[in-house]
């Protein structure tokens, strides 16, 4: 075996793929130990509490090892792959190449059947099962070589474990340790379960998550009742505490864009006081205008919806009141106005939430607005929006009114001044040139920090909005 000297070995390091950015989570491994990488070749992705990132490496070389399992969150700076580069790239591969070859050795190999993935192995039988350890048969010689459990576990050898109960059913196990990957390990500890009480459905003998989530919603077993020589242990009383039941709860770990999202609205909540005001709109004339831009051939292939024109209004109204597109310098007890409009629009992803924004919305036009409304959306529902678009917002949109909700109260992004709320668009009775007829409603809110805008600017930014939407004649007039 060809020894390799650490000069030839390059670490990566988590590096900081947003503005201040501390901590990222590991997602996926695309490659393991033993691969041959090239400059610019993604390695892995993660999820940082912005957005989801790929990582590509920066050197040639063949991976020498992988430093965290997946589901591992990793502090920016921290060595997350060793690669060894020039004459160290043939030496790494020697010893992931003999550890093969080991374990090919060591793992018995039916006819007519081949490996399916190299340092695997395949089963004896699609349905035999092995014991646990310390029972006896020619099924303990066939379990996988140590290589292959410790690429299985994310672990190094373990120690041995003491033998199983004769009456505990038969659980396929590799050692000491049922075979499940990390991110099914990590699985299992957040929702309390037992790998080695679990019945896995994998190639092998490996657990799955859809076998965990089995096992969790799977009834508890009956209790055998205890020896006549030995007194039954005595029933627990009310005020003693209880195990976590995880068929009555779940647990999930803040992490990513959920931890993000909760310390910054926590920060905005308790530092920038709030005020918001309410308005209730007749947005007739603007769902109609909104059909005919459907049909104007300008706008053929482009969004265009109620959103679209709010947008407008609202930068319309943001051009006649600029000191509410503003925020709050702290450091140095200033008030900075911006001459710009990086329009925020809140977005519900499966991530969570997140708030990407139109670079200089004020200088676009209606029908560029709409091409970037479209673009926003399609980016953030297919998770590829940038820690870049999630950057310099000066004021946000958030439209609760998808869900069906009248309005809200909305908690400003950190470092902006306004964030308007937009509710649910229904036909309402609503007194119409004298008369009451059935009209398109809205109530919009609109929530600022108070240290910086005061009621009547306030006031006039939200009459503002509403005059445009109920008159979007105004939006020719006014901009």
């Given amino acids: 075996m060809t020894t390799m000297t650490d000069s030839s070995v390059r670490e990566f390091k988590m590096p900081d793929v947003g503005e201040g950015l501390t901590e990222a989570e590991i997602l996926k491994w695309y490659v393991q130990p033993g691969d041959t990488v090239t400059d610019g070749q993604v390695v892995c992705e993660v999820e940082t509490a912005k957005a989801a990132v790929e990582l590509p490496i920066p050197y040639d070389g063949v991976v020498r090892e992988l430093h965290f399992p997946e589901g591992t969150t990793v502090d920016v700076g921290t060595s997350i792959i060793a690669v060894a580069v020039g004459d160290g790239a043939a030496a790494a591969a020697e010893p992931v190449q003999e550890a093969v070859a080991e374990a090919a050795a060591e793992e018995p190999k039916p006819e007519g059947r081949q490996p399916v993935l190299v340092g695997y192995g395949v089963s004896t039988s699609s349905t035999k099962r092995r014991p646990r350890k310390g029972a006896e048969g020619p099924a303990a010689a066939q379990a996988p070589s140590a290589a292959i459990q410790a690429e299985l576990n994310g672990h190094g050898p373990a120690a041995p474990a003491a033998p199983a109960a004769p009456a505990a059913p038969a659980v396929p196990v590799t050692g000491d340790r049922p075979l499940a990957k990390p991110p099914v390990r990590k699985l299992a500890k957040d929702l309390g379960v037992d790998l080695a009480t679990v019945i896995p459905s994998g190639p092998d003998g490996i657990i799955t998550r859809e076998d965990v989530h089995a096992a969790v919603a799977a009834p508890e077993p009956a209790q055998t009742a205890a020896p006549r020589s030995e007194p039954a242990a005595p029933a627990p009383s009310p005020s003693a505490p209880t195990s976590y039941d995880t068929t009555r709860e779940t647990r999930i770990p803040v992490k990513g864009v959920r931890k993000a999202t909760a310390a910054a609205m926590v920060g905005s909540a308790f530092t920038a006081p709030h005020v918001t005001e309410f308005v209730t709109v007749d947005v007739t004339r603007t769902m109609k205008l909104v059909e005919e831009l459907k049909q104007d051939k300008e706008y053929t292939g482009l969004r265009v919806n109620p959103l679209l024109l709010i947008a407008k209004a ?67 529902r297919e998770g590829k929006t940038s820690p870049a678009a999630m950057q310099g917002g000066t004021v946000t949109i958030t439209n609760v009114g998808v869900f069906g909700v009248d309005t809200g109260t909305p908690i400003l992004n950190p470092g902006e001044s306004a964030i308007l709320a937009v509710g649910a668009i229904k036909l309402q009775p609503w007194v119409h040139k004298g008369k009451v007829k059935p009209r398109q409603v809205t109530t919009l809110a609109l929530s600022f920090d108070h240290r910086l805008v005061d009621g009547e600017l306030g006031s006039k930014v939200l009459a503002d909005v509403a005059a445009v939407l109920e008159q979007p004649k105004r939006l020719i007039s006014w901009a």
């Fill in 314 to 380: 609202l930068l319309v109204a943001i051009k006649r009141n600029p000191d509410i597109n503003a925020s709050w310098d702290e450091a140095a007890q200033e008030i900075v106005v911006k001459h710009y409009v990086n329009l925020g629009i809140a977005a519900a992803t499966p991530r969570g939430l997140i708030v990407p924004n139109i670079k200089d919305a004020h200088a676009q036009t209606l029908p560029q607005l709409a091409g970037s409304l479209g673009e926003l959306v399609s980016t953030a």
